[in-house]
Each structure stands twice: as structure tokens, then as C-alpha cells.
T-cell receptor
């Protein structure tokens, strides 16, 4: 069955380190998204991609970057981790003709000390 | 992007019908209304989407009045497993989805 996976599921890192969170989907979806979820804020969009080589900034993109070299993967990089980036991160994907029906991964809980 | 307003929390009992209303006064002509469900420690899950009138699937119904300034998610005969946070989103196909704080539904025995 097609799925979307994230790794690692839990990560503890130190301030200033570079961290990369992986997202892999086997739906063959063009659209992929990264969100973060914090108490009191719901989910906030970090970056998104509508296809290979396409990336766009969301509402909270500062300090994060993504690259899309193939259809299946959209890794999220924290260039220099900060304590304010402690959060739960969700990756999602959607098909060409069903943008609003996004399939979410299980999430990565990141703690920056 | 249209802003949505929905109750922060709701309580219900098993077997009851639950209606969660969302206001989106500034909805644009091309906007769709989408609802998601999220359980603790899981990613959100798509429930239903509509543009106007009524949409029904195996888990819920979505009622949208003619002016489209609000919508109501209806969950028939809820069970304890329906305890979750429900998000109402408004956006165009191909546009970005903006998640608000959602409605925390608590179903009691």
C-alpha cells in the first residue's frame, strides 16, 4: 500500500546544529508540504512543493529549507537549530487533482536543547 | 485566504449526532471547504470536502448554505473513538491550506 513516512520519529539536538528531517511518500504525489504543530497554534505551513525542483515558502519558513530532487522525497533542513524550533513536524502530500486532500505522515518530534 | 472561526471545544455523548459549525465570512468564489480530523500524536486525516449544498460520505456530512459563509460538519451517532480535534479549512484547489486551532470534540460514555 502507498504511504508517507517520516524519519526520525524523535530527535534531540543542540542549539546551532544542522538537522534534516526526512519525508518519503510512495503515492507518486506531485504536491508535498511541511508543517509544524505547537500548542496553541494548530498546524503552520513551513514549505511546500508542487513538483520536482519546485519549492515555496510557507508562513513560517525562516530558519528552514527544503529541496525537491525527486517525486518521492522532500527533506526539511534546519540550518542552525534554535530552541524555538522545538516542535512536532508533519509532512504531507496530495495528488495533482486533489490538492486539498492531503495525506499526512506520522510526525517527527524534535527537541532542541 | 479566508479566515475561519469555529468553537474551541464541544462535548457530546456516545450515540448522539454532533454538528460543528465553521464561519468563513470572507470565502472567495473559488474556495473549497475542507475538514480534517486529528487524533493525539497523529497527523491530521482528511474527512470531507465540499463547495456548496450538501456532501456526504461514509463518515460525515457537510452542509453548506447558499451564501457559503458558514459550513457545518455533521458526525452521525458518535462514539468514543470520534474524540479528536476537527479543523475547518477554506482554500482554493491548488492553494495553500491554513489550519486554525480547530474544535476539540470530547465524546463521553
Amino acid at each position: 500500500d502507498a504511504e508517507i513516512t517520516q524519519s526520525p520519529r524523535h530527535k534531540i539536538t543542540e542549539t546551532g546544529r544542522q538537522v534534516t528531517l526526512a519525508c518519503h511518500q510512495t503515492w507518486n504525489h506531485n504536491n508535498m508540504f511541511w508543517y509544524r504543530q505547537d500548542l496553541g497554534h494548530g498546524l503552520r505551513l513551513i514549505h511546500y512543493s508542487y513538483g520536482v525542483q519546485d519549492t515555496n515558502k510557507g508562513e513560517v519558513s525562516d530558519g528552514y529549507s527544503v529541496s525537491r530532487s525527486n517525486t518521492e522525497d522532500l527533506p526539511l533542513t534546519l540550518e542552525s537549530a534554535a530552541s524555538s524550533q522545538t516542535s512536532v513536524y508533519f509532512c504531507a502530500s496530495s495528488g495533482q487533482n486533489s490538492y486539498n486532500e492531503q495525506f499526512f505522515g506520522p510526525g517527527t518530534r524534535l527537541t532542541v536543547l | 485566504l479566508a479566515k475561519t472561526t469555529q468553537p474551541i471545544s464541544m462535548d457530546s455523548y456516545e450515540g448522539q449526532e454532533v454538528n460543528i459549525t465553521c464561519s468563513h465570512n470572507n470565502i472567495a468564489t473559488n474556495d473549497y471547504i475542507t475538514w480534517y480530523q486529528q487524533f493525539p500524536s497523529q497527523g491530521p486525516r482528511f474527512i470531507i470536502q465540499g463547495y456548496k449544498t450538501k456532501v456526504t460520505n461514509e463518515v460525515a456530512s457537510l452542509f453548506i448554505p447558499a451564501d457559503r459563509k458558514s459550513s457545518t460538519l455533521s458526525l452521525p451517532r458518535v462514539s468514543l473513538s470520534d474524540t479528536a480535534v476537527y479543523y475547518c479549512l477554506v482554500g482554493t484547489q491548488g492553494g495553500k491550506l491554513i489550519f486554525g486551532q480547530g474544535t476539540e470534540l470530547s465524546v463521553k460514555p
